[in-house]
């Protein structure tokens, strides 16, 4: 009889769980919309305060914008994995929210885990499949978790440590990039004390995932971040071009000049490494101004466009930049303070608003812009223009954040 009454424990405790869980889960779930293919393109954006906002799907009716809201969120975080799956991540404070993977094509989401550290790392479609990272930098530890885009299932694939890697984990974390082929890691490791300063000097790294091997690409990558940084210190860009080569940026430290200004602008040197011979090429340099973290440069997973900086598409074979939102774009006559919003030569818009944020869609046929019509308000008018229709159409307004995130098409 013992046993009997030891395994009913077991089932109730069992049950007692799942039902907490399950009651945990309900009060965060979320509301995925089917986006079918006669509903794109169709754009998902946020609206709302600076305290709560709401991710929304908007699909377009003949002249209208009909908008469904998915969740509710503190500040919610979305990233685009594929044309329709989205990873989110809805913030309820700085420490505490959910992490949710949502398939609009087929109007199914999956909860994947109570937190505000996961991200990212690699989207790759065509495989399906794609690598968030949670990393814990407090604890020493990441962990490498692959998500099926095919079902929204997870997975961990590597978890590492301090203990496991040695010295050779200083530099480990979000900012790494991972291979298209999953394979390995690059990433920047700091030279010297720690003290924060305008001008660093970084070590580009590889790790073999397979074997835990570390090898060193470059030893003195330079990076300088702009004098109105409150970061302390940047780091180098870097992104994989194909399963080999990694393209990064590093610097030509500006000489003190004679009426000691500070530096708004500095000389890049962009340059390729193969991860296997460890030969270095330049590719180009160009001068750009200073940022306060040193820069970025992002593969777009739905395209393949290398972007640089948010600003710039960099282009590999005919080692040139061109605007990242062509054909559309944002022209402003300072003296008049007058701005305009254009597709090719056609304006979309024309007067004294302000062009606060822009979404171009990866075919370059759609375009999203948000609008601060008056300049003492925060309150914002989020547009779209859809390929085959004459006229923008309004998707939505709030009191101060009104934005784009990423296009359905």
Sequence with gaps: MKPIIKDLKQIAGFLLVTIVASSVF?????????????????????????????????????????????????????????????????????????????????????????????????????????????????????????????????????????????????????????????????????????????????????????????????????????????????????EWVNNNKVIYQDMVPNEPNEISRPPSQALNVFKIVDVETKKISELLRREFPLTLDGGSLIANPLNGQLIYNNKWILDQRKKTFKPKDLPFSIVTNRP??????????????????????CCVSPSGKNFAYSLRPKSRSLAEELYAKIQGLPEPIKVAEGPSWTRAIGWIE
């Design 26 to 238: 309900a009060q965060d779930r979320l509301h995925c919309p089917k986006i079918r293919n006669s509903q794109r393109p169709a754009l998902l954006f946020v609206e709302g305060s600076v305290d709560k906002q709401d991710l929304c799907v908007a699909y377009f009716d003949g002249q209208t914008a009909q908008n469904e809201k998915i969740v509710s969120a503190k500040h919610p975080l979305v990233t685009q994995l594929d044309n329709a799956v989205f990873l989110v991540c809805a913030k309820r404070s700085s420490t505490k929210g959910r992490v949710y993977a949502i398939d609009l094509r087929r109007g199914i989401a999956n909860s994947l885990a109570e937190s505000t550290r996961i991200h990212c790392l690699r989207s790759e479609p065509r495989m399906k499949k794609a690598m968030l990272v949670d990393a814990n930098m407090g604890i020493g530890k990441v962990r490498l978790i692959e998500l099926n885009l095919a079902n929204l299932k997870v997975t961990l694939r590597h978890t590492l440590t301090k203990q496991l890697l040695g010295d050779g984990f200083d530099g480990i974390g979000p900012r790494m990039k991972l291979s298209p082929d999953f394979r390995h890691i690059v990433y920047a490791s700091r030279k010297g004390d720690g003290i924060p300063e305008l001008w660093s000097e970084y070590i580009l790294r590889v790790l073999d995932l397979s074997t835990m091997k570390i090898e060193n690409l470059d030893t003195n990558v330079g990076v300088q971040i702009s004098a109105f940084s409150s970061i302390g210190r940047g780091r180098p860009p870097f």
């Design 336 to 357: 008049t303070k007058q701005m305009q919003v254009l597709s090719g030569r056609d304006v979309l818009y024309s007067g004294s608003a302000r062009c606060v944020d």
